[in-house]
């Protein structure tokens, strides 16, 4: 056992050259693949937040006063932000019928259904039309810099 | 009626004679006795629960219990045990106490038969029984009109039928026309139903005069026509909105269908034109798509035969005002088939709107081949037999069906994809967003069908084929993803696998 | 300890290694100004003499702690990055979750990688102490390690259990509900326990802070500490030789053998684990081994039925069902925890019972003490899974059928064991697997209540073991045989 590893013959060192060279390789070739998803994991993202509270961008916010109202996405739900005289309310824009997305008729104002006509008043509640329930209601509150932040009625 | 109103007077008095200036008395030793009686095997008669309902009573009650026990109204154990039983509210209890009629008839010692108001559920299948539940939940009873509002006598009276008039009258018993009047003497009467219930229409008997059930009855002197008690039912009453009253929306089809699904009663009714009214409603409505919801999935929203029909002024819609019955829900629709070129052929024809095409009773779910221009669909069907050939309504109606027919296929298909990259762990949010737009785009071209103009549905179509187009680049997207995740993980596993092959032969040369 | 005083390898081997090319060279060089500042030679001499035991058994059994190991260490990196986008909090620990899995590169492999390796590393964990059980290696002079190891075991259950709220999700969320709720049945401390547990009298996001500090901080300090105790006893006192052998016959040389032989076992754990992670995202959709996401936690929804624990804690769950609501005028739950916690004590304990062991005899009756605790939780576990149980919600199935089957499948298993311990290791004492089966038959197929079965079984194998000691001290030593 000694013996063999004490002389030392061209064809052996060769060899031992090859193995040395391709570990160094494999192991730079595993650190690599390790590394690069954990660099590209560590990176921050563009736009940040991982939903919760939704703060509306300045596009959503110039739109909801330009139009009255605007549809966002909280927690992956489609919310309709209306503003009307000083007050700002969020529903769930999902209609309580059969799913469609909700807008706002500024000159009625009623939230409004297209699909089948259903109208909801700025409470929620069901004016006319097929829908079973009510739109469930989302908080709303204005930060002192003038930012929305429209999050989940439970607190 | 003002009989009626003298008689609440008088039950009235002995209850504030009662709740001023006497002092609570005692439970009554016989009371006691009652309470803790044990029948033949050993057990309660009065069960803990009733025993705990009693110690909650407030005094003026116990004073009524008392005094029924004193003058022998209450006689046994087991009918203060029916009476408990019913662990009435104090205000409903207090009227019971003060009910001989009821108290008596209750008592299993004194009455049999179709004579006693019991509890058990046997009595309540036979007319001729009295349930004493339905008596005290009686819509009635409750705001204080029980037996002798009807029947006459005075309740409060220590015996007796000396005051109770055989009621009906033999002869009255055969034509239940009169029943209509009896009933209007109160609800008729806006000032005296103001006092019980303020939002309470009181047009019933003037609707119902004029309806065709009101005509058969008080005109043809029909008595197979329905009269209040063949719908509101007789004792135990109960309002429309109670889920076990006749007159529950869940109920109602069943209730009209008593008469209108039965040959023998509607035999010899006939329609305006002569024909033979039909029986199959019901079993039709069962089926439809509001019988459905009503029935089935419980959707208390969807229409019951009163929704379309009106209640006590029952009729059918006429041609002209089918559409309007069905805008009451279906606005849309309706709105936009007034604006469209059909209106006027309809109206040409003479054609009731939303029925031609979606049937009376039996409307089905609707269905995208409805639409089809071939035989069997109803555009081509109706287009061959009323209307000029004209290739311009064919293409029409084979682009409907075509761009509807693709937006729902992608939908189902991309939802089942997503579905499956979802169970892949990739991100299907942005998909399902657009699956909603697509949703919302179908739903809403479907109702747009009924502009029947190319333009008006293409602008409620397009967001649908954007999201068509979207989805399908998503997918895309999120398969090339899974794509790029299977090579990693190739690579990574060659990296690894050719690591430890160098490993292996360092190893063997080390241990060389 | 024998290992050190090995005398089968030389210490002449280490001074040939700096003659090795230029690279070498340098090391060398690096190594001499550590080694004159910090002594280390001595280190290297250990590590170089270690050895580990090679002989009876089969190899494989020495690589499972290491693996073990290797998953913890997977488990700190993962878990390393997944704080870095974790934020506890009602509005927040689902929200981020769910970010993380579907917005942030590679943050679902991050996750999937923690939960298979969570996974991996407690079935790791349990065919470790399982082997380390069958080859007595718990005897002296390794009781401590077996003691740490076993403490080990017991903080693993608790990142399983912390780490599971985590996601705020709903089935964590009821999961969690109804696993602390147990704790109320300690005597006199359990409403107390409960409270800090929770904080508060019932699951809320407080308990989810709780739960986080512990997953975190508390329980990753108390596991480096005792993995650190118990690589230290293992490397002081080398791999434990087979039974009755003071040293082993031959032996391997931890440095660089066994080592490397080790890495490479790692590499390999690595790429199933990297395979798993991208083919099965969400665990294998056993119940109790799957971790979708699914709804957010709602504290005031209703509890649904199927609520199960993770798989590893589906035992307990099953054995709480079988005990009735009151027993010897105590709580069920109460004197199902008692039993649960004299198992545990008993098992904390072993090296000190096996007194045979201790002597450094051969002791058949502790294996099969093994076999027949490996026999216990397979057959509750699996009534525990509703093995055999329809599948449609409509018809429900009874316990009964549900035990029937589980008994056929865990006789199979405990037929396949006895056969193969007989045949191919000779082993000859079955009192205590014989026991566990007969509760299983008594239980599964007969339809005596589980707890009288135990009961049944538990006296019959006592009589047993008592009559086979009488014999034994009255000379007829015969009669047991390993």
Redesign the interface.
Known sequence: MEEHTTTVDKPATSRRHFIDLLLGVSVVAWLASVAYPIIRYLKPLPQTGSGGPTHLTRDEASKLEQKQFVIVPVSGQRVIVVNVQDRTCAFSAKCTHEGCTVTYLPGQSVIWCPCHDGRFDLNGRVLSGPPPRPLSQYAVNRQPDGGIVISEERA | MRTILSIFAAGAIPLSALATGQTPAATDPKLVAMLEAKDANGKAVVSPEERTYFMGLNDHLRELLNRAVQQEVITSPQHLHSLLALQLRPQKMDLLLQNNCVLCHSDPEVQSGEDLFSSAPASHDSPAYMNLKDVVEDVHFRSGLSCAGCHGGDPTAQLGHNFVKEWPEKERAHNRAWVVQFCARCHSDPTFMHQFNPSLPTDQLAKFKDSPHGITLLVKRDDRAPQCISCHGVHGIRPAKDPQSKVYAQRVPETCGTCHANPKVMSGFTRPDGSPLPTNQLAEYRLSVHGQALLARG???APACNDCHGNHAASPPGVAIVSRSCST????NVSLFDGSKHKQAFDAHSWPECSKCHGEHAIKKTNDSMLATGPGGLCGDCHRQSAKNNPECVMTADYFRKTIHEMSETRDKVTKISDNLA?????V?AIN?QL??L??AL??SR?YVHSFSRNTFQQTAAPGEEAIQKSKTLVTKARSEYKF??I??A???A?????????????R???? | MQSIDNPTVESSSQKKEPERGAGETASGALRAWLDRRYQLTPLFDFLSHKQVPLGVHWMGWYYLGGITMFFFMVQVVTGVLLLMYYQPGEATAYESIHFLTTKVPFGWLIRSIHSWSAHLMIISLLLHMFSTMMLKAYRPPREVTWVSGYLLFLLTMGFGFSGYLLPWNKLAYFATTVGTNIVRSVPVLGNWLLEVLRGGQDVSINTLYRFFAAHVVILPLAFVAFIGLHLLLIQRQGMAPPLGEKVAPRGMRFFPSFALRDLLLWLACLMVLAALAVFLPYGPGIPGMDWELGDKADPLAPAYPGIKPEWYFLWEYQLLKEFPPHLFGLEGPQLCLFVIGILFVIWALIPWIDRRAYRDKPSPAFSDLGWAAILFLTYLTLMGWDVGAHHDAEQLTSMQEVARVCAWWTLAAGAVVILVRSWRFGHRWFILTGAALLQVILHGLIGVSYLLAGLISFVLAAIAILVLLYFRRSGADAAIST
Request: charged residues 25%; neutral net charge.
């Open positions: 959707d208390l929203g829900c279906h606005s849309a169970a892949k762990g990739l991100d949010e967003n909603t737009e949703n919302d739903k809403k109702t995740r299977q990693g993980l690579a990574s596993i990296s690894i696998g050719l690591l430890m092959l160098a490993i292996y032969l360092k190893l040369q080390l241990e060389k």
